[in-house]
């Protein structure tokens, strides 16, 4: 029987390329998505192009109940989940002082409350070699931008509830991945300036492509890693800003 792995946010640029590189390396994926039906449904048939089996599930991380649902059709399609990968986050940059409590607790609840949600109801459908890789960013410890408070505290609180749950749900492996820039839509509107700006705070001097990150999230959840638990792992070029 093939593994499986749940992407959550899988239609954005970093959880389409990590549900092509797991069905590229023989595992069915089930793609949740919450507001983009039609690039899930396209997804889908990419993946299904490696051979493998698939899944598509619309789903707010940050809403309980419809958490429960997608693992309860997961578990009917399945039976089983062995890897979870808490992708799904979104970000609010506005000015410190103008963002309201709303605005900030919706993304802590996407970003955080979401990676917790996920991962609890996981938890049932898994085995002692099953592994969940959270998406956290370099924005989490680096904290450069102060327009994206409310992101950078959530990914820095990812960061706890990883290590935490790395304790809580042995011998299942938790790590945490921190991306740095990354060439994907949610940094389209990048001007060329602040782009070359940012690349010479990077050693390598280049944004990542999402396939360099992706890679990295299905070694950590494969086999080959099975030792590597708790740990933090910067994928960002080596940023010395």
Known sequence: MKKCALVTGATGGLGKAISLEFAKNGYDVIINYHNHYEEAVKLLEEVKSFGVDGLIVKCDVSNEEEVKEMFNKIKEKFGKLDYLVNNAAIQNDSIFLDKTKEDFMKVYEVNL??????????????????????????????????????????????????????????????????PGWINTDMNKELTNVQIEEENKKIILKRFAEPKEIAKVVVFLCSSEASYINKSVIRVDGGYNG
């Open 113 to 178: 409350v979401g990676s917790f949600l996920c991962s609890k109801y996981a938890k049932n459908l898994m085995n002692e070699n099953s592994s969940i890789v959270n998406i956290s960013s370099t924005n989490g410890v680096d904290t450069n931008y102060p327009y994206s408070a409310d992101y950078d505290a959530s990914k820095a609180a990812l960061i706890s509830l990883s290590n935490n749950l790395a304790i809580e749900l042995a011998p299942i492996r938790v790590n945490t991945v921190l």
